[in-house]
């Protein structure tokens, strides 16, 4: 079917977009997406891309798992909605809470589960505060995020996010909120300062900060392993040590957000083992059911259930959940998902292609627009620069980077601008030509800008 006009004018009518600029989008309309095959997705009108960010960093296995169509269709006709409020449970959920929490991170043994990746962060800030009061604690309800950091959309989640067009006009973020620094080095270290400075003053400034603001008013720290939103930032070596050391230190629990590393995607199960961290709790979504079907949980330790426990005993229940809490559909879809990627060893394969995709980007580096290559796994991002010596971006009214992301759709590749970082998450399931695929794409979208940059003069 072609998307007539007339359908696209209805969109523009009729559709609120998220994260989506009203005026361009009246302009230029809607970019409809009518099918999705192995790594590519089809417009309406027949135009294949490869989604180098597989939808939003999600689609772990790809646009047409059988699999998974098979076992939604299967839980459909047995119990397509069953809920889990008051005692009541169902198979699909019972067994997913027990293959995430053995495969999670050691000690995170119970799993809350919601529909999207806001609503586990959010309930992980509520937890944070249910269980600090049951703890007889209740002066730590403040909350550290970190700038650049992204953690969703909805009051809470928006608040810990760390980038100031998701507090704009929303009045966020909420009071108990603090932000600390960001660990990108390229944009934020000082002249002549060692990476090792660099960790050294960020981590500092977090002490301080907690020692500002009372270390018994601080309840969480709220962490990507790598941050997505806000540019694909690596942390540098040893950051997460001297963080968790100062956590512990305060004894402040630590949140980490594996909304994006979650399941394979920095090529171990979770971002937490490739970067040494154990945390007291962790959101999953997105990859959670390869983004098929919507589901989230938020892993919990024993301790923290325990005191969840105990406010269920001193109010009568734990009055906190959705209607679509292990949805058994959406349920049974994420358990489909795990069992895929352990049949297929999905860590095994990204170990086995990220290599290339890595290499492929830090080719880039000695392109005249990119400052700096950052990636892990299968996710990675080149950030545009107009000098190279003096690190400094685009001005973001020119939208050099929307620029760029249009000539990779152009050629055939989905990639994503997040102001000067063009980033791409790829399916976990592509494979060595597929990258070669995207990578020239990408390499080609950054010919143009280049000549576009050059033919304005902004160089
Ligand atoms: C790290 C991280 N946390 C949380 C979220 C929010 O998830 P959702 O959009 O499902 O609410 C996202 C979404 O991109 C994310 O990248």
């Given at each position: 079917m072609t998307t007539s006009k007339a359908l696209r004018q209805r969109d523009i009518d009729h559709v609120v977009h998220p994260y989506t600029n009203f005026k361009t989008l009246a302009a230029n309309g809607p970019l409809v997406i009518?099918?999705?095959?192995?790594?590519?997705?089809?417009?309406?009108?027949?135009?294949?891309?490869?989604?180098?960010?597989?939808?939003?960093?999600?689609?772990?296995?790809?646009?047409?798992?059988?699999?998974?169509?098979e076992a939604a269709a299967r839980q459909f006709a047995k119990l397509p909605y069953s809920q889990i409020f008051g005692g009541r449970s169902h198979e699909p959920g019972i067994l997913l809470a027990e293959k995430l929490t053995s495969i999670a991170p050691q000690g995170l043994n119970h799993a809350l589960f919601a529909n999207s990746g806001s609503e586990a962060n959010d309930a992980a800030v509520k937890i944070v505060w249910y269980y600090n009061n049951q703890r007889g604690?209740?002066?730590?309800?403040?909350?550290?995020a970190r700038y650049q950091g992204y953690h969703g959309v909805t009051v809470a989640a928006g608040s810990l996010t760390g980038l100031p067009h998701v507090h704009a006009d929303f009045d966020l973020p909420i009071a108990q909120l603090r932000h600390t620094d960001s660990p990108s080095y390229y944009h934020y270290a000082r002249d002549n300062e060692t990476v090792e400075q660099f960790v050294e003053r960020i981590a500092a400034n977090l002490e301080d900060l907690i020692q500002k603001e009372g270390p018994d008013t601080i309840g969480a720290?709220?962490?990507?392993p790598v941050m997505g939103s806000g540019g694909?930032?690596?942390?540098?070596?040893?950051?997460?040590?001297?963080?968790?050391?100062?956590?512990?230190?305060?004894?402040?629990?630590?949140?980490a957000d594996e909304v994006i590393t979650g399941f394979g995607r920095t090529g171990e199960m979770f971002g937490s083992f490739t970067y040494g961290l154990k945390p007291d709790m962790m959101s999953?979504?997105?990859?959670?059911?390869?983004?098929?079907?919507?589901?989230?949980?938020?892993?919990?330790?024993?301790?923290?259930?325990?005191?969840?426990?105990?406010?269920?005993?001193?109010?009568?229940?734990?009055?906190?959940?959705?209607?679509?809490?292990?949805?058994?559909?959406?349920?049974a879809v994420a358990l489909e998902t795990l069992?895929?990627?352990?049949?297929?060893?999905?860590?095994?394969?990204?170990?086995?292609?990220?290599?290339?995709?890595?290499?492929?980007?830090?080719?880039?580096?000695?392109?005249?627009?990119?400052?700096?290559?950052?990636?892990?796994?299968?996710?990675?991002?080149?950030?545009?620069?107009?000098?190279?010596?003096?690190?400094?971006?685009?001005?973001?009214?020119?939208?050099f980077g929307a620029y760029v992301q249009n000539r990779a759709l152009e050629h055939g590749v989905v990639v994503r601008a997040i102001?000067?970082?063009v980033v791409v998450c790829p399916p976990l399931i592509i494979n060595d030509a597929e990258i070669e695929e995207l990578l020239d794409g990408l390499r080609r979208a950054l010919d143009d800008g280049l000549t576009h940059a050059r033919k304005q003069g902004w160089l």
């Open positions: 009518e099918r999705g095959e192995g790594v590519y997705i089809y417009d309406d009108q027949g135009r294949r891309y490869l989604e180098g960010m597989a939808g939003l960093w999600s689609t772990s296995l790809g646009f047409s798992e059988p699999r998974l169509a604690r209740p002066a730590r309800k403040k909350l550290i720290f709220f962490a990507e694909v930032i690596v942390p540098p070596p040893g950051y997460f040590e001297r963080v968790q050391a100062i956590l512990k230190k305060y004894d402040i629990l630590f949140v999953v979504a997105k990859a959670l059911s390869s983004s098929y079907l919507p589901i989230s949980a938020l892993l919990m330790t024993d301790d923290i259930y325990n005191a969840v426990a105990d406010g269920s005993a001193k109010n009568g229940a734990f009055s906190h959940g959705v209607t679509y809490a292990a949805h058994p559909v959406c349920a069992a895929i990627y352990e049949e297929r060893n999905i860590v095994g394969h990204v170990k086995q292609v990220s290599p290339r995709l890595q290499s492929g980007l830090q080719a880039l580096q000695n392109h005249p627009l990119v400052g700096e290559v950052r990636g892990v796994g299968l996710l990675g991002a080149v950030e545009l620069t107009t000098s190279k010596a003096a690190r400094r971006g685009f001005d973001p009214k020119l939208g102001r000067d970082a």
